[in-house]
Every structure is written in structure tokens, then in C-alpha cells.
């Protein structure tokens, strides 16, 4: 055989795998081509947040006090920050869980197990896709309630803390779900929980219209750390809101503890 510049050469094939940082890349990229060309996840991650924030802050259905003037504050001020909370609950839980369950039951999860590319590295992918999906929503949410007349406020550290932190601990928990549940269940069980965390998590509906004891445990709860930490930081000007980190920082070790010790590729 003879070479380009006319030399006899020989060559051989030189079979591998790519670089694991192209390998993350390359998943990543897919992973977010087809969580956008889904309609259900574009129906969870996009459509949905917005109706929520432009119906409510443009009909007068939510009224919400404010310590400083004891009347009433603009909606948008109050729903702005929980829908973003809600961006995060669609994408890192329901829309991975979902997606995740389905890619377990046909066997793409243990296909691509036997790749070169580690497994590891394909939940790297996983979260790489979320983070940027949320990015595409924050980026939109924003836009859209500037235009509604949002006056943000506070430390964009903090939001960006509590955001990364909320993604975590949504992460862990939609990854635990779908490595565990038939995917028939999960798609159930992922649903009923997000309806159930948009009413009683503080994204539209605030937790003082709650009963004391309800609004104790909801509190608790990851959406209801992540909403009224955004609030508090975006609304009211407050600095960083330990406790709410401190939540989301504890359901993050748990659900990602849980999600690498019982998930299940098969």
C-alpha cells in the first residue's frame, strides 16, 4: 500500500474508545436533543411553568402580603421565584424520572453499560443535560416575568446555590425512583408527585394558607425549601438562606446515596 506522499507505508486500524471527555460530551448532547423533542417533557419543562406564571400573575388570584407595607405585593414577585423552583422539580425529577424508567425497561441502560462509555460517566451525562435543559428554562422564566414586571432582588450566589443544590437533591430522587420502579409506575408515581408538590410545595399557593401542622412538614419538603429560599433571596432582598440550603443540601445526600445504592440497570 502506498502512503500520501507516495512512500510505501502500512497501516493498521487503531480501535478504542474515544477520550472520556468527548464520550460525557457526546451523551450529554443527546441526552438534551431528546428531552427537547419530547412532547411530554416539553409539556413539563416549558409549557407548564409558563401557563402557571402568566395566568397567575396576570389574573388576580393570588394576593400576597407583604411584611413591609402589610398589603398586598405584586404576584409575579411571589410566582416568579416558585416557578422557577418548579422548573427544577420538572426537569431533574419528573422529566429524568420518566425518561430514565422507559430507557431501563427497553434495555438502552444496559446497553449502554456494556459501552466503553462508564456508567459513572453516563449519569455525569444525565446531569450535564439537566443543568443545561434548567438553564434554557431559567433563561425563558425570566424573560417572561421581566416582561410581567419582576423586580428581582438579593444574591446571585445564593439563587445559583440553591438552584444547583435543588437540582441534587431532585436528581437523586428521580434517579432513585426510576432505578427502582417499573417504568409503568414511575411515569404514575413521578406525575401524581409533581401535581402534588406544585399544590402543597409554596409554588403557587403560599404555606401561610396552610394549617401550622401541615405547613411544619411541608417545609420540609425539597420544592418547599427551594421555593421559599428563592423567595426570600429574589423577593425580599435576604442573604443566604442556610436553612433552606441546609434542607436541600440533606434530601441531595439522601436521594443520591439512595439512587447509587439500590438503582437498578436492568
Same mark, same amino acid.
Given at each position: 500500500?502506498?502512503?500520501?506522499?507516495?512512500?510505501?507505508?502500512?497501516?493498521?486500524?487503531?480501535?478504542?474508545?474515544?477520550?472520556?471527555?468527548?464520550?460525557?460530551?457526546?451523551?450529554?448532547?443527546?441526552?438534551?436533543?431528546?428531552?427537547?423533542?419530547?412532547?411530554?417533557?416539553?409539556?413539563?419543562?416549558?409549557?407548564?411553568?409558563?401557563?402557571?406564571?402568566?395566568?397567575?400573575?396576570?389574573?388576580?388570584?393570588?394576593?400576597?402580603?407583604?411584611?413591609?407595607?402589610?398589603?398586598?405585593?405584586?404576584?409575579?414577585?411571589?410566582?416568579?421565584?416558585?416557578?422557577?423552583?418548579?422548573?427544577?422539580?420538572?426537569?431533574?425529577?419528573?422529566?429524568?424520572?420518566?425518561?430514565?424508567?422507559?430507557?431501563?425497561?427497553?434495555?438502552?441502560?444496559?446497553?449502554?453499560?456494556?459501552?466503553?462509555?462508564?456508567?459513572?460517566?453516563?449519569? +455525569?451525562?444525565?446531569?450535564?443535560?439537566?443543568?443545561?435543559?434548567?438553564?434554557?428554562?431559567?433563561?425563558?422564566?425570566?424573560?417572561?416575568?421581566?416582561?410581567?414586571?419582576?423586580?428581582?432582588?438579593?444574591?446571585?450566589?445564593?439563587?445559583?446555590?440553591?438552584?444547583?443544590?435543588?437540582?441534587?437533591?431532585?436528581?437523586?430522587?428521580?434517579?432513585?425512583?426510576?432505578? +427502582?420502579?417499573?417504568?409503568?409506575? +414511575?411515569?404514575?408515581?413521578?406525575?401524581?408527585?409533581?401535581?402534588?408538590?406544585?399544590?402543597?410545595?409554596?409554588?403557587?399557593?403560599?404555606?401561610?394558607?396552610?394549617?401550622?401542622?401541615?405547613?411544619?412538614?411541608?417545609?420540609?419538603?425539597?420544592?418547599?425549601?427551594?421555593?421559599?429560599?428563592?423567595?426570600?433571596?429574589?423577593?425580599?432582598?435576604?442573604?443566604?438562606?442556610?436553612?433552606?440550603?441546609?434542607?436541600?443540601?440533606?434530601?441531595?445526600?439522601?436521594?443520591?446515596?439512595?439512587?447509587?445504592?439500590?438503582?437498578?440497570?436492568?
Amino acid at each position: 500500500m502506498t502512503a500520501v506522499d507516495g512512500t510505501d507505508g502500512t497501516f493498521t486500524p487503531r480501535p478504542g474508545a474515544a477520550p472520556l471527555p468527548r464520550m460525557i460530551r457526546a451523551q450529554a448532547a443527546l441526552e438534551t436533543r431528546m428531552l427537547l423533542r419530547n412532547g411530554e417533557q416539553l409539556l413539563l419543562t416549558v409549557i407548564i411553568p409558563t401557563l402557571l406564571l402568566v395566568l397567575f400573575s396576570t389574573v388576580d388570584i393570588v394576593t400576597v402580603p407583604t411584611e413591609e407595607t402589610g398589603g398586598s405585593g405584586k404576584a409575579v414577585d411571589f410566582l416568579a421565584p416558585g416557578v422557577l423552583a418548579l422548573a427544577v422539580l420538572s426537569t431533574a425529577f419528573t422529566g429524568q424520572a420518566i425518561a430514565t424508567g422507559f430507557e431501563r425497561r427497553y434495555g438502552v441502560l444496559k446497553r449502554l453499560g456494556a459501552s466503553p462509555l462508564p456508567r459513572w460517566a453516563l449519569m +455525569t451525562a444525565k446531569t450535564c443535560s439537566v443543568l443545561v435543559t434548567e438553564i434554557l428554562q431559567v433563561v425563558l422564566l425570566t424573560a417572561i416575568a421581566f416582561a410581567l414586571g419582576w423586580s428581582p432582588h438579593g444574591n446571585p450566589l445564593a439563587v445559583l446555590l440553591l438552584l444547583v443544590l435543588g437540582t441534587a437533591a431532585f436528581s437523586g430522587l428521580g434517579l432513585l425512583m426510576a432505578g +427502582t420502579l417499573r417504568a409503568e409506575a +414511575t411515569l404514575a408515581a413521578a406525575n401524581l408527585v409533581f401535581l402534588l408538590l406544585l399544590v402543597g410545595g409554596g409554588v403557587i399557593v403560599p404555606l401561610e394558607k396552610f394549617p401550622d401542622a401541615a405547613r411544619s412538614v411541608l417545609e420540609l419538603l425539597p420544592i418547599s425549601a427551594l421555593s421559599e429560599g428563592l423567595r426570600d433571596v429574589l423577593r425580599d432582598g435576604a442573604g443566604m438562606p442556610w436553612r433552606d440550603l441546609g434542607i436541600l443540601a440533606v434530601w441531595a445526600v439522601l436521594g443520591l446515596g439512595a439512587a447509587g445504592r439500590f438503582f437498578r440497570w436492568e
